[in-house]
């Protein structure tokens, strides 16, 4: 893209980064969590980056293949305080809207950028807070719940700002709800605060950045969105005997690990190429055997 001018919203192409101020780094090994594998993965992302779900495909890949080596710890980066900046052509809600859709075409991930006309959010900050009340509840279920936010958000442009629309996700997470709700008011913000501090200290100027970190504190650095292979060999820069488990391709198999996948995800794990994935998928669909949710700039394929 043209303009450089760093903002959080306008996520740059090229460099597939939604990018913030510099910020002064430290060692991430002194942030790591208790390492139960390997590589720990230090993953800084924000409910609401584009560009991270740009590379959802390639995150899912990654723990399919090296799930048994790698422990993915997601830290908050707080992309939208609120609206009272103006920078890089952004002031209002309403400038995202156009920029999203172009950021959906160049990943090829479904992305409506019209919540930004209808039901435009004031801040990432609550989105936020309650994964991390996920979090204090279940690991896995605030995978879920990031998942099913992000698809709220740039599936069916639901404002995930508003406390209704994060209950019905964790909802469908499985999480304790009156526990959620009491995190969410407590615990959780001091958490999303420490992960701020954190990721200033870590030198974080942008989403998606995730630090590679050995069991020796010894770490990598991959910035912005990257190809599958630039992970893969991150990973193996860090762990040169890491192996690569075999992915399940048939869709049954895919479909029983991630409910939900968008073409490009489908794609990328199955093997079948992009420009049949469509055609395969809607066979499937016909049959009765997945469903298919049709949005402005693409399909999300569901387990039924």
Known sequence: MENKTQNPLLCDIETGLCEMPDSTATSPAQAASAFKKPINIIYYTDPICSSCWGIEPQLRKLKLEYGSSIEVEYRMGGL???????????????D????????????DMPIDGDVWLEDPLASSYPPSIAFKAAQLQDQHKAIDFLREVREMVFLHKKNIAKWENLVTAAQKAGLDLDRFKTDYQGKAKTLFEEDLALGQQLGVRGFPTMF??????????VYGSKPYAAYEATLHKQLPTATKAPIHQDWESLFASYPTLTSREFSELSGIRRQDSDTYLQKLVDAGKLGKITTKNGVLWTRR
């Open 80 to 94: 939208l305080p609120d609206w009272s900046y103006n920078s890089g052509g952004i002031s209002k809600p309403s």
């Open 96 to 107: 995202v809207a156009h920029h999203w859709d172009e950021v959906s075409r160049h990943y």
């Open 212 to 221: 590679f970190v050995d069991g020796q504190g010894n770490q990598e650095k």
